[in-house]
């Protein structure tokens, strides 16, 4: 148990880390940001409670928030995708009933499910997030193209992110 806290510990602070100094740099010409920061909550373990998942996304939404001074936007989008976050994986699973401790990986998923669960939860971060920076409706046909580019972008990362785990989970 001990084990897994430090492993959930060092993949939060590394993410915040990552994305601070180096995908917050990435911005082609203001229009593609990656936000790889999510993958956090798109890994946590299948039967972490609510409650606790709720406080881990508000944790890692204002991390990021700090760092950009960004008046909680990150922390409405990342508390967003957590509270879905339960209904989203009933919807696209088959099975409804998980092994206790098991969390979204290769190992224990399908490929394409992961593929599924990644886009939908990246994209509803993305959209609402943007939503939040501009706060209109007027600019929607803006907010949804730069939901679909910046969502198209930090899928890739999170997909890579799943290899790397992937292939971690195996070397130990």
């Not at 917050?24 to 990656?34: A, E, F, R, T, V």
């Not at 999510?38 to 760092?67: E, K, N």
């Not at 730069?146 to 290899?163: A, E, G, K, V």
Request: proline share 3%; charged share 15%.
């Amino acid at each position: 148990m001990e084990k897994l806290i430090f492993r959930y510990v060092l993949r939060f602070l590394l993410l915040v880390i990552i994305q601070v100094f180096v995908l917050n740099k990435i911005q082609l010409s203001g229009y593609i940001n990656p936000y790889a920061y999510i993958f956090f909550i798109l890994t946590l373990p299948f039967d972490t409670p609510r409650y606790l998942m709720l406080f881990l996304a508000f944790f890692l939404g204002l991390s990021i928030d700090i760092f950009l001074d960004s008046s909680g936007m990150h922390t409405s989008a990342t508390l967003l995708i957590a509270f879905m976050r339960p209904w989203i994986i009933n919807a696209i699973s088959i099975k409804k009933e998980f092994e206790p401790k098991s969390f979204p990986d290769l190992h224990n998923m399908d490929t394409r499910w992961i593929l599924l669960y990644s886009i939908i939860m990246v994209f509803i971060h993305h959209t609402f997030l943007f939503f939040l920076e501009v706060l209109s409706f007027s600019n929607l046909f803006s907010i949804l193209s730069q939901s679909i580019i910046s969502s198209f972008i930090t899928f890739i990362l999170i997909i890579i992110c799943f290899m790397l785990e992937s292939k971690q989970n195996k070397r130990i």
